[in-house]
């Protein structure tokens, strides 16, 4: 079967990066061939989220919540699609996909309910009748780097805080798993109105993994020894 790997801007692209072929662990037969995304079509993906970053940004915390609900909603609903998915790809026992399917739907359905939790401070400045406030900003475009063995659930658990704080996400699955995130996408494409830019899929490789590591603020899941050549200059800040 064939999926195309690239969602950007509220559209579904063919890549024009090599194909990923992903294969059933229990045979090794081929499950999909998917198109993945070239350099120019990564970069296209975090133009996307940045442009659509100001916008989400400004939406009422209110109705950030009530889209991560809707995302619970559409998970719940074809939770033995994405079992069944998850059974097939990554090699899971079924009870252990559709626990990992549930849990998908339940950092979304927490983290939903910080919309009304997101609050700033007022604090008594240096000077009589002066006050300090403290207001916390989205940081613009998350980028969601997903491993191969929790695809569903640590996809949702990065998703569900990037976008309640008002923050845009640019998603890179697993190249050895990215089925049931393609799928994913494909309903939430189908099902829910998501503003154009704030949640884009590239599938890819490790190249695609370091061109979206090197854009600035990527959120992974994987090991150090994976993460530290995709971006061999980053260091941990210093300890205060």
């Keep these: ?138 940081l613009g475009v998350v980028a969601a780097i997903c491993p191969w063995n929790f695809p569903l659930a640590v996809l949702c658990r990065k998703l569900g805080p990037a976008l309640v704080t008002g923050n845009t996400v640019v998603v890179k699955p697993s190249e050895v798993t990215p089925v049931g995130t393609v799928e994913l996408f494909r309903l939430f494409d189908e099902e829910l109105d998501i503003p154009a830019g704030v949640l884009n899929l590239v599938v890819g490789g490790p190249d695609a993994g370091r061109r979206i590591v090197e854009s600035g603020r990527p959120t992974s899941s994987r090991s150090p020894a994976i993460g530290r050549p995709a971006r061999p200059s980053w260091r941990p800040p210093p300890a205060t």
Excluded at 12 to 30: F, I, K, N
Excluded at 50 to 62: E, F, L, Q
Excluded at 120 to 127: R, S
């Design 1 to 138: 079967m064939s999926y195309r790997g690239v969602y950007v801007d509220g559209t579904w692209r063919t890549g024009d990066g090599e194909p990923v072929r992903v294969l059933d662990p229990s045979d090794e037969g081929v499950i999909a061939d998917i198109a993945s995304a070239s350099p120019e079509q990564v970069d296209a993906a975090l133009a996307a989220a940045r442009r659509a970053a100001p916008g989400w940004a400004r939406t009422p915390a209110g109705e950030r919540g009530r889209l991560l609900r809707r995302m619970a909603d559409v998970i719940h609903a074809h939770s033995e699609l994405l079992a069944r998915t998850l059974v097939r790809e990554v090699g899971k026992r079924a009870s252990e996909a559709a626990g990992e399917v549930a849990f998908a739907e339940s950092f979304l359905r927490y983290n939903a309910e910080w919309d009304l939790r997101l609050e700033g401070e007022i604090l008594p400045g240096d000077v009589p009748g002066e006050q300090v406030q403290l207001l916390r900003v989205p």
